[in-house]
């Protein structure tokens, strides 16, 4: 009995190391040959990662736009089901919209809409590390998220059809 105790419990163990693959070579770094890995190994984006998106929805014309900015400043831009439209912003540009959307009173900016939706207004989601922040016409729009919209490509959020 005291047999079965003692390597009961070694088999256990090994059918645990078996399942769960403990014991595996470990996996091949992120940035080695043969992975595909976008992010830099010094934690810094890669130049084609998104910075921003910019979504839009609503209006008279019930549009549904998508802006979206990577940090090296190309863009696209969706319009409905349209095909999409690309550009790059200059350097410039780039650092002022970084500097806004990495501004400490942006992170302050409410998630969620706290007024009373407009009728035919624009609804917009905006999406910047992680986190998603919805706002629409009619509200009182904090300055740190209209120094956003002033940054991005053409002046503001896509809002035409």
Known sequence: MEYAKRYGAAAVLAA????TGCGQAPAAPPDAPGTSSTAPRDGHPA???DLVEVVVSGGFAGVRNKLVVRYDGSWTLRRGTGEPTTGRMTPDHVAALRAALEDPAYAKVPDRPTGSPVAD???YAVTYAHRLVLTRDGEDRPPALQR???ALPDG????AP
């Not at 503001?156 to 809002?159: D, H, I, L, N």
């Open 16 to 19: 645990v190391v078996v399942v």
């Open 47 to 49: 130049p084609q990662e």
């Open 156 to 159: 503001g959020p896509p809002t």
């Open 148 to 150: 956003v919209f002033d």
């Open 121 to 123: 207004g624009f609804e």
